[in-house]
C-alpha cells in the first residue's frame, strides 16, 4: 500500500521558517518524482513545488521562487520542502504527491497544516 506521510507543519511569524518532511512507502521512490501540492482556505489546490526522480531537477510555483527549496533523499525516501521568508499567503494544507510538474499525482499523502500569522 501506498503509504505518503507528511510533518513538519505548524504556526509561524511572517518572516519565519519552516522545514516539511514526506516519508513515502509501498513504491519505487527513487525512480518517481515527488511534489508539494498545497490548498489555502477558499482556493483551489495549486502545485508549490516538484523534485524528479533522476536528475533531481526541480520546479517552484513563481509565488515561492526564492523562498522554498525542495530536495530529496532516497536513501530515507524522504522529500523535504524548507520553506524560508513564509508569508501569510502561504498559509495552506501541504500535501506531498508522486508525481511532477504535469500535475498528474497518483496519490496524495494527507497533508500537515502551515499557518503563517502574527
Known amino acids: 500500500e501506498v503509504q505518503l506521510l507528511e510533518s513538519g507543519g505548524g504556526l509561524v511569524q511572517p518572516g519565519g521558517s519552516l522545514r516539511l518532511s514526506c516519508t513515502a512507502s509501498?513504491?519505487?521512490?527513487?525512480?518517481?518524482?515527488m511534489s508539494w501540492v498545497r490548498q489555502a482556505p477558499g482556493k483551489e489546490r495549486a502545485l508549490v513545488a516538484s523534485?524528479?526522480?533522476?536528475?533531481?531537477?526541480?520546479y517552484y510555483a513563481d509565488s515561492v521562487k526564492g523562498r522554498f527549496t525542495i530536495s530529496r533523499d532516497n536513501s530515507k525516501n524522504t522529500v523535504y520542502l524548507q520553506m524560508n521568508s513564509l508569508k501569510p499567503d502561504d498559509t495552506a494544507v501541504y500535501y506531498c504527491?508522486?508525481?511532477?510538474?504535469?500535475?498528474?499525482?497518483?496519490?496524495w499523502g494527507q497533508g500537515t497544516q502551515v499557518t503563517v500569522s502574527s
Open positions: 523534485i524528479t526522480s533522476i536528475t533531481r531537477t526541480t
Open positions: 504527491a508522486i508525481g511532477g510538474r504535469s500535475g498528474r499525482f497518483g496519490s
Open positions: 509501498g513504491f519505487t521512490f527513487s525512480t518517481s518524482a
